[in-house]
């Protein structure tokens, strides 16, 4: 995954794949964490730097022919350094 600077927000994600994966899976996903449910699927989480590190997961996924089930963006990190900016829909017109 790119490396992130430290002004920069990191959104978490939830990737769901048929079939369970074994846990040494998670070094080939850049240390996103793997949890199996009882469902037979795997839930891949955590932060993903940006879209392109989030379609590189998703290539990945792809390339080794895993079924796709739902991709959730849960949240925004903010990095502790990162200066507090109004979301563009939210400026104030005053």
Do not use: K
């Not at 070094?27 to 932060?47: H, K, R």
């Not at 991709?71 to 563009?88: G, M, Y």
């Amino acid at each position: 995954m790119s490396a992130m600077s430290s002004d920069q927000e990191c959104p978490r994600y939830e990737i769901r794949v048929v079939g369970h994966l074994d846990p040494r899976w998670s070094a080939w996903f850049d240390g996103l964490t793997l949890s199996l449910d009882d469902n037979g699927t795997t839930l891949i989480s955590g932060p993903i730097a940006d879209q392109a590190a989030l379609h590189g997961v998703l290539r990945r996924l792809r390339d080794v022919g895993l079924t796709l089930v739902s991709i959730t963006l849960v949240e925004t990190i903010r990095s502790p350094h990162a200066p507090e900016h109004p979301h563009p829909t939210q400026r104030s017109t005053t």
